[in-house]
């Protein structure tokens, strides 16, 4: 069965420095999403992303994340200057359609911030 | 505040029971509905969803349940096995983003 793929599993960065999510969404997927969960909190939405653009961000998506589609099959979160309350999992998942349709997730990253 | 609650943040169930899951949600706009388990470790994984314009639908051991009425969601799981240990969570769609519950943790007793 397809399935959303994520590296790294655990990606451990010093404050300040900049941190690269991967992702790589199912491949007939056209839509594209981020989201973090803190550790013993709820899984929250950070952006959506379709036809090479943000669809939808949430407060949380400031100027120091951003989004990329570098080629036709990877799908990437930018941490530009990373803080100690970006610690979380952090989880891509994609779908066929945006309506109706479930969101199919990886298994995340965990980002450790020091 | 929340769009989506849980009532029960741990269930445990003896093997072999039926499970029911419950969840609230406070967006009566919302009009699809999914629920996900989360074993340890692992991304989300669907399980099951449902439209607004219906009030049951059925899976492999899963129904969920949609009453409109009381903005209430329930996830039934038959004949429950060791290997459905994980935290489930409902979720509704508002726009492109997935709003989330806080999650209820279902234990199995042997």
């Known amino acids: 069965e397809p399935e959303v793929t994520q590296t790294p599993s655990h990606q451990v960065t010093q404050m300040g420095q900049e941190v690269i999510l991967r992702c790589v969404p199912i491949?007939?997927?056209?839509?594209f999403y981020w989201y973090r969960q803190i550790l013993g909190q709820k899984v929250e939405f950070l952006v959506s992303?379709?036809?090479?653009?943000?669809?939808?961000k949430s407060e949380i998506f400031d100027d120091q994340f951003s989004v990329e589609r570098p080629d036709g099959s990877n799908f990437t979160l930018k941490i530009r200057s990373t803080k100690l309350e970006d610690s979380a999992m952090y989880f891509c998942?994609?779908?066929?359609?945006?309506?109706?349709?479930?969101?199919?997730f990886g298994d995340g990253t965990r980002l450790s911030i020091l | 505040g929340e769009s989506v609650g849980l009532h029960l943040p741990t269930l445990s169930v003896q093997e072999g029971d039926n499970s029911i899951i419950n969840c609230a949600y406070s967006?009566?706009?919302?009009?699809?509905f999914i629920w996900y388990k989360q074993e340890s470790g692992k991304g989300p994984q669907f399980i099951i969803d449902?439209?607004?314009n219906m009030d049951k639908r059925q899976g492999q051991r899963v129904t969920v349940l949609l009453n409109k009425t009381v903005k209430h969601l329930s996830l039934q799981i038959a004949a429950t096995q060791p290997g459905d240990s994980a935290v489930y969570f409902c979720?509704?769609?508002?726009?492109?983003?997935?709003?989330w519950g806080a999650g209820t943790k279902l234990i199995i007793k042997p």
């Open positions: 491949s007939n997927h056209l839509y």
């Open positions: 979720a509704e769609t508002l726009g492109y983003q997935l709003i």
């Open positions: 449902i439209r607004s």
């Open positions: 998942a994609s779908s066929v359609r945006q309506i109706n349709q479930p969101q199919h």
């Open positions: 967006n009566s706009a919302s009009d699809y």
């Open positions: 992303f379709y036809n090479n653009e943000i669809s939808e």
